[in-house]
């Protein structure tokens, strides 16, 4: 079992930044991917970014290239995604993930461990 427990979140004004934080405990050993999703009230939840156990993969959904950016440290379990020109439409709860398979998935579907989520609000 993985628990995940994310951090970070609050309100900030369009053009601003926030870094969140997933701290993960429990068998961290068996998963291979984390990721991030966000949810918009009235949307489905959609991917934001990936990262493999090792780091030496990632990938990010199209509307957040260039402006997010996925970071893990090992040595504290702790994965983050640092955010810059936030806009209003990144405003949702996000979520961060992860799967015990050995190869990148987009959907939120092939993820097994869930943490709460944490809410972003970018205010234009």
């Known amino acids: 079992q993985v628990q995940l427990v994310e951090s970070g979140g609050g309100l900030v004004q369009a053009g601003g930044s926030l870094r969140l934080s997933c701290a993960a405990s429990?068998?961290?050993?068996?998963?291979?991917?984390m990721g991030w999703f966000r949810q918009a009230p009235g949307k489905e939840r959609e991917f934001v970014a990936a990262?493999?156990?090792?780091?030496?993969?990632?990938n990010y959904a199209d509307s957040v290239k260039g402006r997010f950016t996925i970071s893990g440290d090992g040595a504290k379990n702790t994965m983050y995604l640092q955010m810059n020109i936030l806009k209003p439409e990144d405003t949702a709860v996000y979520y961060c993930?992860?799967?015990?398979?050995?190869?990148?998935?987009?959907?939120?579907?092939?993820?097994?461990?869930w943490g709460q989520g944490t809410q972003v609000t970018v205010s234009s």
């Open positions: 993930a992860a799967r015990s398979a050995p190869y990148l998935s987009v959907s939120p579907l092939d993820y097994l461990y």
């Open positions: 429990g068998r961290t050993f068996s998963w291979y991917y």
């Open positions: 990262i493999s156990a090792s780091g030496s993969s990632t």
